[in-house]
């Protein structure tokens, strides 16, 4: 079985092996006084006949991105937490994770080249985003500014779901324990025996387009990462959507999928943060995945319960990583 990984490597990310100054720029707040773009200005301004930049190689360029990939493939290789799916519920899990514990290390697997989900747009592609309360209190956490509806003190709107979206994928690639594989897919579940029961022991991975042509070529084996636990976000139903829960009824873990309901926002966003769970062991589902499994409603377009779902799932994902480090100690 997979030990955490926290127990036998160093309680804080390995280093890249990358020696270079790490450069922090200014707070956005220069930004919104106006102050970073006048500085810009000042330095670039009518001075464009002689503007130029500085010398590069081609090799330097590649070099550059592959040597830091591959390292954080060895790095991640052996995760304490992987994350399937970066949408709305997958990046809340991760920040409230990685703030509450920088000693973990934390792959976020998404099949999309952009991360965010179905959060990038409100409803029917209008560009609002909806949050009925309490979720507020997430994006009060964030700093992302909001308003009220005058007819209904119940939900919140930000003016743009851009706006969340950005400012949580932003947040959460600044941490120093998370790493971000997109354009690659979860193919399947690395799983131990335990006792008459599975354990998950990790995930197979594959780069999206790779996956996507297993049909039309072959011999194109996978690559995995180990962890003790899975948090899976993938959606509802879709190309990749639901995977883990599809691959537990392939695995006899599950009889059968309830599949989501009909559209009932009351009753659908209650029931996806109340049941957001460990569903096998080392398996965490949380989102509209959930719905797939329990047979929940569809929430359509408000977005409180991804969020909230998401907090959750970290609380469970620490639960879960604990016992399993007592597990192996023992």
Known sequence: MSPP??????????????????IV?????????????????????????????????????????????????????????VIVGAGSCGLSTAYVLAKARPDLKIAIVEASVSPGGGAWLGGQLFSAMVLRRPADAFLTELGVPFEEEPSNPNFVVVKHASLFTSTL????????????????????????????????AGVVVNWTLVTLHHDDHSCMDPNT???????????????????????????????????????????????????????????????MELSEIDGFNRMGPTFGAMVMSGVKAAEETLRVFETRKRECAE
């Open 169 to 200: 994928l932003s947040k959460v690639l600044t941490f120093p324990n998370v790493k971000l594989f997109n354009a690659t897919c979860v193919e399947d579940l690395i799983t131990r025996p335990d006792g008459n029961d599975v354990r998950l």
């Open 5 to 22: 990984a926290a127990m036998f490597e160093s309680a804080t990310v390995a280093p890249t092996g990358i020696k270079g100054k790490v």
């Open 225 to 287: 990462i180990n962890a003790p636990v899975i948090v899976s976000t993938t959606g509802h139903d879709g190309p990749f959507g639901a995977f883990c829960a599809k691959r537990l009824v392939s695995m006899n873990a599950i009889e059968k999928l309830g599949g989501m309901r009909g559209l009932d926002m009351n009753a659908a966003e209650d029931a996806i943060v109340k049941n957001t769970r460990e569903v096998a062991k080392g398996l965490i589902i949380g989102g």
């Open 25 to 81: 720029p200014e707070s956005v707040t220069t930004t919104l006084t106006g102050q970073g773009q006048s500085k810009l200005l000042e330095q670039f301004g009518n001075k464009w006949d002689e503007f130029k930049f500085a010398p590069i190689r081609e090799s330097q360029v590649s070099r550059a991105m592959t040597r830091r990939y591959f390292q954080d493939l060895d790095n991640y290789a052996e995760s304490d937490v």
